[in-house]
């Protein structure tokens, strides 16, 4: 398999990880923004939907979108659990990640982070994001408070949401102190054996 990742990216991240987590090997392009590997990349039509992450199969087919990818690759590990209730309530966290979380952790740290992003680091925009973040962050907190993981183990939502939940403080200012048990929850993915830091 051929894997085209940002490198700085959670959403390129989230696949990586899971990677690491099952032993498993792709070929990984690093498509940084601006890059020529990226550019090439869309001139190849090797992704689907024009942005990474994506993975070419050996086969050669090609999926898009971080968590259909997460999906493929988590299709008979541990990751997904067996009780059909189960599996719809971890795609439930996976939704949530892709339309509350993201694209209010994941936009505040690239507003920091991106040079080509800076222009819309306004103190309004930060601030708002800020306040946002904190309640989608408490989302998490809630049910990590009384779980050790989203649901009854290790899942893909748990993998799914590390990979911009972890980096919230150091990288989006979101101030992590407030939330104890997604701390706890962050350590316990660490300690996976064959677990990978985002720069890794």
């Not at 994506?54 to 659990?81: H, M, Q």
Request: aromatic share 8%; glycine share 8%.
């Amino acid at each position: 398999m051929r894997l085209y990742s940002m490198p700085s990216s959670g959403n390129s991240y989230k696949i990586r990880l899971l990677l690491a987590l099952t032993g498993r090997d792709a070929e990984v392009i690093d498509c940084e923004n601006g890059s020529e590997a990226l550019a090439r990349a869309k001139a190849e039509a090797a992704l689907p939907f024009g942005k990474v992450p994506a993975l070419v199969l050996d086969d050669g087919r090609k999926l898009g979108e971080s968590d259909a990818i997460l999906w493929y690759l988590g299709e008979g590990t541990s990751f997904i659990p067996s009780d059909p209730v189960e599996r719809a309530q971890m795609l439930g966290w996976m939704f949530w990640e892709q339309y509350n979380h993201e694209p209010v952790i994941a936009v505040r740290q690239a507003l920091l982070c991106y040079p080509h992003r800076a222009s819309d680091a306004t103190p309004e925009n930060l601030a708002e994001l800020l306040e946002r973040g904190h309640a989608v962050l408490q989302v998490m907190e809630d049910r990590l408070a009384v779980h050790d993981w989203l649901l009854g183990g290790a899942s893909l939502a748990d993998l799914c949401l590390y990979a911009y939940t972890h980096s919230a403080g150091t990288r989006g200012g979101f101030e992590m102190g407030r939330f104890p048990a997604i701390t706890a929850w962050l350590r316990r993915i660490e300690a996976m054996p064959g677990y990978v830091r985002l720069d890794q």
